[in-house]
């Protein structure tokens, strides 16, 4: 019996402490959170959250620190770059894991983990080297208009490369969870195998190619290097894929640590931060409602 009830606690405090380290990651991005809006209070004191945030104006030395254009810019740079990911993230792991024979599947397979491991520094370079100069001679004139190449659509081509990787690998590891019995009984049944792909595999993993998407869009809402570099770092919203933009990764790597002798400059950048962060929190709860009405309907 007193074995028994040391048992009996054992399994309680395990059960609280599993308990409490499955919300050690909530409590620590809440403590983020408080940590940024903290430091960026002196800024929202002085002036409404809502007139900081919405306002356009960029001019630290007469205290205006107006993030709207770099919030449009992060915006308009990670949802292109997601746009342009999504589908041939989709096609080639279709591709891998259902037509390509194995000899092509075991190449491409650690090509892709590569792509994944290289620094961003070397994605801001290759995009330097080709993607600027060919939106700024090649793509920019086939559309009637000037751009010098440093442009949202460099920015978005160079993350949707650098986000391909890692959205192809989750997805490929969905399909491959998937049981053969059931392409095989697909089969049986008379349909084809794009059939097959169309209307079970892809209903079968459409939640992980969801969370798949979501963790592509997580990265790169925050990627800085490489958009840094190609961008072209211009504080305006932009109003075409041509036009510059400044992101916030960018607006906070470029300018911590030079600015602070000017009055609230740090606190702009702690805000600037804290929305980055927030951000991230409303597209992954957005993608949890819609992941948990596909798992819903599939039911």
């Known amino acids: 019996m007193t074995n028994y009830l040391w048992r009996l606690r054992k399994e309680i405090w395990a059960s609280k402490f599993m308990g409490l380290s499955s919300s050690l990651p909530v409590f620590l991005i809440l403590l983020m959170l408080l940590g940024l809006f903290l430091k960026a209070k002196p800024l929202f004191v002085l002036k409404p959250l809502s007139q900081i945030i919405f306002s356009s104006h960029w001019l630290p030395l007469k205290g205006h620190f107006g993030l709207w254009p770099f919030i449009m810019g992060t915006l308009w740079v990670t949802l292109l770059a997601l ?14 894991s259902e037509y390509a024979p194995s000899g092509i599947r075991e190449i491409a397979r650690p090509m892709i983990d590569l792509l994944a491991g290289l620094p961003s520094v070397i994605y801001g370079v290759w995009g330097v080297l080709i993607i600027v100069p060919f939106v700024g001679r090649y793509l920019a004139p086939l559309f009637g208009t000037y751009s010098s190449g440093y442009s949202v659509l460099a920015g978005g081509l160079v993350l949707a490369v650098m986000i391909l990787p890692t959205i192809i690998h989750v997805i490929l590891e969905i399909f491959r969870a998937i049981p053969q019995a059931v392409r095989e009984a697909s089969l049986s049944l008379g349909a084809t195998k794009w059939e097959t792909i169309k209307h079970v595999l892809l209903r079968q993993a459409a939640p992980g190619i969801l969370a798949a998407l979501v963790l592509g869009l997580s990265r ?19 109003r075409s894929l041509f036009d510059g933009a400044y992101p916030l990764p960018a607006l906070i790597a470029n300018n911590y640590g030079e600015m602070m002798s000017i009055p609230l400059y740090d606190s702009a950048l702690m805000l600037a931060a804290a929305i980055l962060l927030v951000l991230v929190i409303i597209f992954n709860l957005i993608a949890r409602l819609i992941l948990l009405r596909v798992e819903k309907g599939l039911r």
């Open 83 to 96: 746009f342009i990911a999504a589908p041939i993230s989709l096609f080639v792991a279709i591709f891998l």
């Open 220 to 238: 790169a809402l925050g990627e800085t290097m490489a958009v840094l570099m190609v961008v072209g770092n211009v504080v305006q919203v932009p």
